[in-house]
């Protein structure tokens, strides 16, 4: 008798998942990978090279079709001999990120450009974040590490002189060993909000002080802007 988890996974065949483009491979992989994980079947394609546990016949299967439904034809062809949803994904991916000396250099170009990033004045704080991001997730899809307290801390040196004030109060009473992108993010827009408030003529303190530092650090980071 067929089980409601099994239907579930066979479910998971009708579902319309994102096509593979040559550019957009980050956001192709972790999206399929939370596809996979969500029907019960990324074990076929997570298992470690000389894994001793066996992956469901059904399980490998199911992923293999999964990531042929979300391929162009040419790519298909491609990997068509390949036995295992693990064996196609793995090509895959070497396709799209290239060999390993590739896939060094392109490390190295996104390093170059996340470390010389700057905001402009006329830039836009959320689309700025968005790049910064953007150039954080393709970093580490590549497989090289980085902490959420350097990117923090890499933010906080992009920002420009308008932001120097609150720049300066993180710096200084901030814990960049538990603080996120995000928490630092609301921290500068609550400021740029200020900012804006007392351009509109409505006063307001750009500094927090030392006890409002407290308060955030022992209830939390977000900012409520006045």
Request: proline content about 1%; aromatic content about 8%; some cysteine.
């Amino acid at each position: 008798m067929t089980t409601e988890k099994t239907k579930l996974k066979e479910g998971a065949l009708g579902l319309n998942y994102p096509m593979l483009a040559r550019s957009n491979y980050t956001a192709w992989s972790l999206k399929m990978k939370t596809f996979m994980k969500a029907h019960g079947v990324w074990d076929a394609v997570e298992i470690s090279k000389g894994d001793e546990i066996a992956v469901d016949e059904k399980h490998d299967q199911i992923a293999l079709a999964v990531i042929y439904q979300s391929i162009p034809e040419d790519i298909l062809l491609s990997v068509a001999e390949k036995k295992t949803a693990k064996e196609a994904w793995e090509a895959i991916r070497t396709m799209c990120q290239g060999a390993d000396r590739v896939k060094k250099a392109k490390v190295q170009t996104l390093k170059s450009e996340f470390e010389t990033l700057r905001m402009k004045e006329s830039d836009q704080l959320d689309d700025f974040c968005m790049k910064l991001n953007g150039l954080v997730t393709n970093i580490r899809a590549l497989g090289e590490g980085i902490s959420e307290s350097y990117v923090v801390k890499r933010l906080l040196r992009a920002m420009p002189g308008k932001y120097l004030q609150i720049v300066s109060t993180i710096e200084q009473f901030g814990d960049f060993e538990k603080m996120t992108v995000e928490e630092a993010v609301g921290s500068l827009k609550a400021h740029e909000e200020r900012i804006r408030g007392q351009n509109d003529g409505g006063g307001g303190q750009l500094m927090l002080t030392e006890e409002e530092w407290s308060k955030k650090r022992k209830y939390g980071w977000k900012i409520i802007v006045d």
